[in-house]
């Protein structure tokens, strides 16, 4: 919980302009100062994880059934990409799509896979 | 050469909707006793329907038998989190999985189609006769009609059974509370009230609603079987939830049933809903709210338990003529511990009813069914919807029991009291002995009427209490056989013109002679 206090309270002077430097330097002495010294390893792990989370908020995964198909789908990409303001493109291979794509960020999805198109044809045949 | 299935596949092909809409998606973080953690959906809007995708990484195969999605509910809102109650097998879920925003409050599919079924709160069908085709749905959370909206409660609901409808009469819009410890026959009284119904004209016929909370499976099948027997689901929906449902679709129920209530009410019918019961509701609700660590009160029951039942049963009215004048009547069941009513759960719901039938443990197994207490069982609003001929006939069997429960005390006594004493305990205990009547047995108003009439007017006089059921059963008949134009009379105008006052009273007169070996006394 501590632990967890002071991650959150780092990554916020980080995040509102403070130099690493400065907030790293300044985390060490207020540790010292309440007697927490022990915690910089777990704190530094825990401010480690929130940045990764917010790198992972701005990659696009790009879910295709093959790996060329990334490129054939570029301006797709592009347009998600540019929609969510995210930055950095990630791309898997999913053989479970048979074809289309498959783009996801951390809070959105947009689903052009030909897995998805079929499923829904045999919902639909099946269900009347 | 066409084949229809290909013809099919390939106009569904042609229907395809292939635009894209980026959907709004969050991951589960965590799994436990039904509730999830979800960490995205930061627009996620409270009791918001959200889908769990379980296709990821799914071969087509695989995606294709997941035939039945699966749903959470929006239940808190928190700083970094949703959380969510599953609405089903939280074994099908896992750590990382998709969860989508639907965009839709929680709603539930309504159509005339649903008349005869039983679902679930989802309103999925779970009696295996197949899919139910609905053209429309309504929210299961909604706030109920303000008082422009309604109009008094003017129309009786019989429920058949003599000793309501005479002294605690129910009317259209009217909630009514039944309440008592286990097995003193609360779910008889309901479901007495649903098979009376099919003695009411198809046009003013009422559509009933009977929710099963938490209730055993095995109850509910009997149930629906005593109610397929005597054709009374062709007006009837049953919701279901037994005890081995998720603490979240045993909170929904209520709501459900509530929502396909208010779906015939705004067309213009009369609609009766059962909830059975209000005390299985509040334990489940209560199980949820621990376990989405909302901080317990009273009993380890939630803040909001009483607004939880509070703005369910505020659901039931009666409609005005403008909005279509329909209604829905709420008949909640309250289960109490060793009689307590002054409990957390009873006291609220009494509080919050037009009035309650209270069932008492002693009279049942005196023999008294049902085990009405009438001194303590009141109706707040149901009077001024009863019917002229009932309430003629009404008034007196009220105050005959009450001095009889005066008197009840001196029974033991007996040798020692004086004549006048005596008859008055005689008249009470004929009184009560023709209110008794067996289960599944409900009785027309008009019958009623004139079975009360009879006792008012002499008819039991100088018979024994033993013999007063078959006195009324025999009356009966000999009316319906001898004197034809009584009933269809009382049925038709309801009420006592002082033309059928005669030929009732030349009736008994006629009765008592034609049958002296009742009258030996």
New interface residues.
């Given amino acids: 919980m501590t632990t967890k206090v002071y991650g959150e309270a780092v990554y916020g002077a980080i995040t509102n302009g403070m130099a690493v430097p400065n907030a790293l330097s300044n985390l060490t002495a207020i540790l010292e100062k309440y007697g927490h010294s022990s915690l910089r390893g777990q704190v530094l792990r825990d401010l480690l994880a929130r940045f990764e989370k917010d790198e992972e908020k701005l990659t696009v995964t790009v879910r295709v059934s093959q790996t060329q198909d990334a490129e054939k789908f570029a301006k797709e990409i592009a347009m998600f990409t540019d929609k969510y303001h995210l930055r950095e493109t990630a791309v898997k291979v999913d053989e479970t799509l048979i074809g289309g794509y498959i783009l996801e960020s951390t809070e959105h999805r947009l689903d052009a896979s030909h897995k998805k198109s079929l499923a829904t044809i045999y919902q639909n045949v099946t269900n009347d | 050469m066409s084949n229809p299935i290909i013809e099919?596949?390939r106009k569904?092909?042609e229907s395809?909707d292939?635009s894209?809409?980026?959907?709004?998606?969050?991951?589960v973080v965590s799994v436990g006793d039904g509730v999830a953690e979800i960490?995205?959906?930061?627009k996620a809007q409270m009791s918001e329907m959200i889908v769990f995708d379980e296709?990821e990484?799914?071969?087509?195969e695989d995606?294709?038998k997941k035939?039945a999605p699966l749903f959470g509910l929006v239940l808190n809102l928190e700083e970094n989190l949703v959380k969510i109650v599953v609405l089903g097998d939280t074994n099908r879920m896992r750590e990382g999985m998709?969860a989508?925003r639907t965009g839709k409050l929680l709603n539930i599919p309504v159509g005339d189609a649903i008349i005869g079924r039983v679902v679930n709160p989802l309103g999925e069908a779970i009696d295996g006769k197949g899919?139910i085709k609905t053209d429309r749905s309504m929210p299961i959370e909604r706030i109920a009609y303000g008082v422009m909206d309604r109009s008094a409660v003017n129309t009786p609901i019989h429920t058949g059974i003599k000793a309501i409808d005479a002294m605690i009469p129910i009317g259209r819009g009217q909630r009514e509370l039944i309440i008592g410890d286990r097995a003193t026959g609360k779910t008889t009284i309901a479901i007495d009230t649903i098979l009376n119904q099919r003695f009411e004209p198809e046009a003013t016929r009422p559509i009933c609603i009977y929710v099963a909370v938490g209730q055993k499976e095995s109850k509910t099948a009997r149930i629906v079987g005593e109610l397929e027997e005597a054709g009374a689901m062709a007006y009837t929906i049953v919701v279901s939830t037994s005890a081995a449902d998720p603490s979240a679709l045993q909170f929904l129920a209520p709501f459900a049933g509530a929502a396909i209530g208010e779906y015939f009410m705004e067309k213009g019918k009369d609609a009766l809903i059962i909830y059975d019961d209000l005390s299985k509701h509040a334990v489940a609700y209560r199980q949820m709210s621990l376990l989405l660590r909302r901080p317990p009160g009273r009993e380890a029951y939630p803040g909001d338990i009483f607004y939880l039942h509070s703005r369910l049963l505020e659901r039931a009215a009666k409609l005005n003529e403008k909005l279509g004048g329909g209604s829905l009547t709420a008949l909640p069941i309250i289960e109490t511990q060793e009689g307590d009513v002054s409990a957390y759960i009873p006291t609220n719901v009494i509080s919050i009813t037009d009035g309650q039938i209270f069932l008492e443990t002693d009279l049942f197994n005196k023999g008294i069914r049902p085990a009405l207490n009438v001194g303590i069982s009141v109706s707040r609003v149901g009077s001024s919807a009863q019917t002229k001929a009932m309430k003629k006939v009404a008034g007196k069997i009220r105050l005959e029991l009450a001095q009889f429960r005066e008197l009840e005390a001196f029974m033991q006594f007996a040798s020692d009291l004086d004549d006048n004493t005596k008859k008055q305990i005689e008249s009470g205990r004929k009184y009560t002995e023709l209110l008794k009547q067996k289960q599944h047995q409900p009785m027309p108003f008009y019958k009623q009427v004139i079975s009360l009439y009879g006792a008012n007017n002499g008819l039991l006089d100088g018979a024994k209490v033993e013999e007063v059921k078959k006195i009324e059963g025999e009356f009966l008949d000999f009316v319906e056989r001898d004197r034809a134009q009584i009933m269809p009379s009382i049925r038709d105008t309801r009420t006592l013109s002082d033309e059928v006052d005669e030929m009732l009273k030349s009736a008994i007169s006629d009765f008592k002679a034609a049958r002296p070996e009742f009258y030996t006394a």
Avoid: D, P
């Fill in positions: 099919r596949i569904e092909i395809l292939t894209l809409h980026a959907e709004e998606i969050g991951r960490e995205g959906l930061a296709t990484n799914a071969s087509l995606t294709m035939t998709v989508r899919a």
